[in-house]
């Protein structure tokens, strides 16, 4: 299977407005133009459909292909401690919403859709600037959201993020399930790849044996070859299988950030979603592709490394050069060539920068007047990219070749079989309406068909439950709503707080917490060790792996997801397994081709139980059917035993009247007495058989009872439990809120002791000048004496007039 990587590239027509204002930094031209560009800002048009989710076929048609410009924003990081304790000014801040401006020189300014403080959260980031790309590709139009910015600005807080602040990669996972459970007319299958490009060479971070893949072309786009692709259940097991590939991306410590990103990744979610049951047949499929991109940053050539680093650090800036490039040449109208194929990162991503794909560009910046030129630099690219135009439109497939095509046609065959099976079942006699007379005869005859009919209604059950698992098996990989379709015509009272919560379960899989702005410690480490890499980096990856399971592990279930947030049960419909650990490789769920049927996970899918059509019944979905199902149909079994045995005895009772009436008609009779006493033996044992059944069918329903309580407690302790983690969540938000407050703080302690200073300062410059007027003072008042003396002696022979 390969990623691929959008439909044909298409340049002509997608050129962008006009390039020459790229390289002006004149205030007011950039001003004009980006706020007379008329283009809607990602506030607004995330606005719009935050809380309204279009089915796609209710979309109008110029919403399904419209015009529109990449959407940028900028993202402020605070300054770190080590950037204060440095004395580091801001150089560049955020005035008013949509401004940066340039603290030594006002003049230069530049405009965006949104600029975010240093105080925003990423949730705030993800509503604005990534929440419109998400929901257009729940919707089939294909999406690709970027980060860039320099080393250390804050990409990866930015799009990983960590427990305290989950970044656009898990919201975005998140979001898609909300959406498929705000979308009760379609039902979906979703699949995630995700790889670097390390040196220019791409590695599956899915399948550690994927390394230095090869990138190829054909008439629908450029693809990864041999990438894998895993189809995901649930929000919980997405970030899990992140969570692994995040184990073996390249991450190194620079002079900069101690847990430096050394390569691109691209995490790619393909969403396939048809109008759900059998109104899917002979209906279109969309698919579309989310490609969320966390670049690695650029590194100052003025900063010394040395040997890996080095290599590493000048193919990231090449392959960020050539973006830059790329992004230049589409905004001009004058270029003829693109240079996309100088390097991977614009050769894959050819598709979403040609415009064929809603675009979002996060620029991550820090305000540090040391980093001044280089978040200039960053500004400008983002400047630029802002012309880019795109026409994104919805992709559909009308041939059997998607997968979830394959798979709908695949249970609708085997649900057919399986009535087929059904129907091929011997219905059992009815006793009770068989006259005495013919009970020999069928006796006999059950007696002789018994054996054969048991091993016949054998094979039926096996065939019958083979089918039963695989149609589960399929049905589980399609998500679909767990909301009646009516109510969706409903207007949603959508709460967008509710999609972002997550679970302790999905918590689990992002990092406890990133490095936050390096402290004290941890910078004498950097400069102690400067230039060994290895041991600093093996010494953080075991912190990293200690860090990522610390905290939330200990109330972390074992294995099973039921236990998972309300909200996530309710967007994975059908499953009701956790489809693997983080680390579990052998447990991941392949797309077809790769189906493992040895794996963990699909021994676990491959279990029976009730079709679709059952499960929907069920008020206890997640857990009861499989146990319950099995419990009630032995029940069953035990009770028509019974019933059997009952009418047997019945029968048996009423020939021993007869045989009676002739006994004592003639009561020398030996043979009849010899049958009186056979069927009065087999009566009593036919009796004790009823007397063992019906104890056994007392013990099942008590023992049903207690499971059925006890299903009941578990439903009630997860709930507990997912109130629990909503308010542990709410804690970690307040928690981070206080963090960034107390942050500001220092911040405001620091520009106070300045203050105080220069108020010293300007004190004792007042006493030194009151000083000087008080000896000037004194000076005159002198001079004063003596010119008054000197008069009085000059006009002393007219002492009268004096
Ligand atoms: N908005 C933010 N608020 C608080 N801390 C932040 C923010 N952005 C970044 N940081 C912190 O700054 C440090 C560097 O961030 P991060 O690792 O995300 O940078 P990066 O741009 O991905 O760097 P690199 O390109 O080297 O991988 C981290 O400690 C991160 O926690």
């Known amino acids: 299977m390969a990623s691929r990587q959008g439909s044909k590239s298409r340049k002509a027509g997608l050129k962008g407005a006009d390039s020459t204002a790229s390289s002006t930094t004149s205030s007011s031209k950039l001003y004009q133009e980006t706020s007379i560009d008329g283009h809607s800002s990602p506030a607004s048009s995330s606005a719009q459909s935050k809380h309204q989710f279009f089915s796609p076929d209710s979309l109008p048609p110029s919403a399904q292909r419209s015009k529109e410009n990449v959407t940028v924003t900028v993202r402020f990081r605070p300054l770190s401690p080590r950037e204060i304790r440095q004395g580091e000014e801001v150089a560049w801040y955020a005035d008013g919403e949509t401004i940066v401006r340039n603290e030594h020189n006002p003049t230069i300014a530049y405009a965006y859709d949104r600029v975010f403080g240093p105080t925003t959260t990423t949730r705030n980031v993800y509503d ?139 995490f790619t979610l393909t969403i396939e979603s048809s109008p759900l049951g059998d109104k899917s047949k002979g209906e279109a499929v969309h698919l579309s592709q989310l490609n969320l991109v966390d670049l690695a940053g650029s590194e100052s050539s003025k900063v010394e490394t040395s040997g890996v680093r080095r290599k590493e650090g000048s193919y990231i800036n090449k392959s960020l050069l050539t973006l830059g490039t790329v992004i230049s040449k589409l905004t001009d109208v004058r270029a003829s060539h693109v240079p996309y194929r100088d390097s991977k990162l614009t050769r894959i991503l050819q598709s979403s920068l040609s415009g064929h794909d809603r675009v979002s560009l996060i620029c991550t910046v820090t305000p540090a007047s040391s980093s001044s030129e280089e978040t200039h630099n960053t500004l400008k690219f983002a400047h630029r990219a802002k012309h880019i135009e795109i026409q994104a439109e919805q992709n559909k497939i009308i041939d059997e070749k998607s997968l979830i095509k394959k798979y709908q046609h695949e249970i609708r065959q085997l649900k057919e079989e399986l009535e087929q099976l059904k129907q091929e079942i011997v219905p059992v006699p009815q006793l009770k309406d068989i006259g005495a007379d013919d009970i020999v005869l069928l006796k006999q005859k059950l007696e002789d068909g018994q054996v054969k009919l048991q091993s016949r209604l054998e094979e039926e059950e096996e065939a019958k439950a083979a089918l039963l698992s695989r149609i589960q098996r399929l049905t589980k990989l399609i998500l679909v709503s767990t909301k009646n379709p009516q109510a969706s015509r409903l207007p949603h009272r959508f709460n967008p707080r509710r ?34 890499h290895e041991i600093r980096d093996n010494a953080y990856r075991e912190e990293k792996k200690t860090r990522k399971h610390g905290l939330l592990n200990w109330l972390k279930p074992k294995k099973r997801d039921h236990s998972s947030s309300a909200s996530d049960q309710s967007s994975v419909v059908k499953s009701n397994s956790t489809p693997s650990t983080p680390q579990g490789g052998g447990s991941h769920l392949h797309t077809e081709s790769r189906l493992s049927e040895g794996s963990p996970l699909m021994e676990q899918l491959s279990e029976p139980r009730e079709d679709r059509e059952a499960l929907e019944d069920s008020s206890h979905e997640m857990e009861i059917p499989e146990t319950s199902n099995k419990m009630s149909d032995e029940l069953d079994l035990l009770r028509e035993q019974k019933k059997i045995l009952s009418e047997e005895a019945a029968l048996q009772l009423s020939s021993l009247k007869r045989l009676s009436d002739e006994a004592t008609k003639s009561p020398q009779n030996e043979e009849i007495k010899g049958e009186i006493k056979v069927l009065n033996d087999d009566i009593k044992a036919k009796n004790d058989q009823i007397a063992t059944l019906e104890k056994q069918i007392l013990d099942f329903v008590m023992t049903s009872h207690e499971a059925l309580d006890k299903s009941d407690i578990m439903q009630a302790v997860a709930e507990l439990r997912d109130q629990l983690n909503e308010k542990s969540f709410e804690l970690e938000v307040k928690a981070a809120d206080n963090r960034i407050i107390q942050e500001t703080l220092n911040q405001k302690t620091c520009e106070c002791e300045v203050l105080q200073e220069e108020v010293a300062n300007l004190k004792q410059q007042l006493s030194d000048a009151l000083e000087l007027a008080q000896v000037s003072l004194y000076t005159f008042r002198k001079l004063v004496i003596c010119k008054n003396h000197a008069f009085h002696r000059s006009s002393s022979y007219k002492p009268h007039d004096a």
Not at 152 to 173: C, E, F, N, W, Y
Not at 500 to 516: C, T
């Open 128 to 266: 604005i600037a990534a929440h419109h790309v998400v929901n257009g590709a729940m919707e089939g139009v294909n999406g690709t959201i970027f980060a860039y910015g320099v080393t250390s600005s804050g990409k990866t807080h930015t799009m990983h993020g960590d427990q305290r602040s989950p970044g656009i990669i898990p919201l975005a996972v998140k979001d898609a399930f909300s959406i498929i459970q705000e979308t009760p007319n379609r039902e979906f299958l979703l699949r995630i790849s995700y790889m670097e490009i390390y040196n220019e060479v791409f590695n599956d971070l899915l399948n550690p044996a994927g390394q230095n893949l090869r990138i190829r072309e054909d008439k629908q786009g450029t693809f990864v070859e041999g990438i894998k692709e895993e189809v995901v259940l649930s929000p919980a097991h997405a970030l899990s299988l992140i969570a692994a590939g995040e184990e073996q991306r390249h991450v190194g410590s620079t002079n900069f950030n101690l847990l430096s990103s050394r390569s691109h990744t691209i």
């Open 499 to 532: 999609r972002h919560s997550f679970g302790e379960e999905e918590l689990a899989y992002l990092p406890y917490k990133r490095r936050d702005m390096m402290d004290d410690e941890q910078l004498d480490l950097y400069v102690s060790v400067e230039g060994n």
